[in-house]
Nanobody
Framework: QVQLRESGGGLVQAGDSLRLSCTAS????????MAWYRQAPGKERVFVAA????????YYVDSVKGRFTISRDNAKKTVYLQMNSLKPEDTAVYYC?????????WGQGTQVTVSS
């Protein structure tokens, strides 16, 4: 049974930075493509960023390019999302997800609130 647990969310001001972490227990983390999604109040969950299992490739939604960086440490079974220059529109619950060919496993989410 694979479990993903996010941490690092919080309340910050516009322009601040946060680093989210997602740690896996069970499973073969190093074999998983990992991703971050977010869901703003009243909106659907959307893709934010993804990273291949060997960190060879990363992908971002246009709205976070240049501000967010996804990375991973396979030895620690952890994926990170460094978020800089945060904006109020980044306010959402952030979820990590992973799997071999699709987002099979999901965390419970961590709240990020950016005040203006």
């Amino acid at each position: 049974q694979v479990q993903l647990r996010e941490s690092g969310g919080g309340l910050v001001q516009a322009g601040d930075s946060l680093r989210l972490s997602c740690t896996a227990s069970g499973g073969s983390f190093s074999m998983y493509r990992m991703a971050w999604y977010r869901q703003a109040p009243g909106k659907e969950r959307v893709f934010v960023a993804a990273i291949t299992r060997n960190s060879g490739n990363t992908y971002y939604v246009d709205s976070v390019k240049g501000r967010f960086t996804i990375s991973r440490d396979n030895a620690k079974k952890t994926v990170y999302l460094q978020m800089n220059s945060l904006k109020p529109e980044d306010t959402a619950v952030y979820y990590c997800a992973g799997g071999i060919t699709s987002d099979t496993y999901w965390g419970q989410g961590t709240q990020v609130t950016v005040s203006s």
